[in-house]
């Protein structure tokens, strides 16, 4: 992109932060946001939100990295992990609170968001199988190693597949979203009428 993808502004705010917003309406209750050794920028865009900030000090760290580092954050009660990419922020809480219902019935499955047959974000690892990034996997090593246990939920939210790794992407994002609030400003209109 160029440009530094967590602070792209997405309906008048940083991308991280409309990441972590959804987290917290999803009712996530421990959050941490892994960002870069000069990553103060992005973690102030966190500022007043229920995160924890984690540094990720490898300048030439994958995302793997920023998954290991994440996890060593986490206490040891966790079950499951959602990784949610900061580019993509407009996942629906709904999208995210499904995987979660899903993961109560299916604790030992990956549970992978599916919208019009595309794969989206987040994704939810069950702890143990998250925890082989710590043995030097990549999050896409353990998802084909563990192929067997992989749940699909498909879900109307084309937010879960939409992402921002062009500046292409990031218009299209940016469109999809302003339809967005012109349709949520028109059902309230309707709704006041």
């Known amino acids: 992109m160029g440009r530094l993808k967590q602070l792209?502004?997405?309906?008048?705010k940083p991308a991280v932060r409309c990441c972590a917003?959804?987290?917290?309406?999803?009712?996530?209750?421990?959050?941490?946001?892994?960002?870069?050794?000069?990553?103060?920028?992005?973690?102030?865009?966190?500022n007043g939100l229920p995160?924890?900030?984690?540094?990720?000090?490898?300048?030439?760290?994958?995302?793997?990295g920023s998954v290991r580092t994440g996890l060593r954050a986490l206490g040891g009660g966790v079950t499951g992990v959602v990784v949610l990419p900061a580019d993509h922020p407009l996942v629906q809480p709904s999208s995210i609170a499904d995987l979660l219902h899903e993961h109560i019935f299916s604790p030992r499955r990956i549970i992978l968001l599916l919208h019009k047959g595309r794969r989206g974000h987040p994704t939810l690892f069950p702890r143990p199988v998250?925890?082989?990034?710590?043995?030097?996997?990549?999050?896409?090593?353990?998802?084909?190693?563990h192929a067997g246990q992989i749940r699909m939920i498909v879900v109307d939210d084309e937010g879960a597949v939409l992402d921002m790794d062009t500046p292409p992407d990031y218009e299209r994002l940016l469109r999809f979203a302003e339809e967005g609030m012109e349709r949520g400003s028109d059902l309230a209109s309707l709704a006041d009428a």
Do not use: C, F, Q, W
């Not at 987290?23 to 892994?34: C, N």
């Not at 995160?51 to 793997?64: E, L, T």
């Open 130 to 145: 998250i925890d082989e990034t710590l043995d030097g996997y990549t999050l896409r090593d353990v998802i084909d190693r």
């Open 8 to 12: 792209l502004p997405v309906k008048g």
């Open 51 to 64: 995160v924890r900030i984690v540094r990720n000090r490898n300048p030439m760290s994958d995302m793997a």
């Open 21 to 46: 917003e959804t987290l917290v309406a999803a009712g996530i209750a421990d959050i941490v946001a892994v960002v870069s050794a000069e990553g103060d920028d992005v973690a102030e865009a966190l």
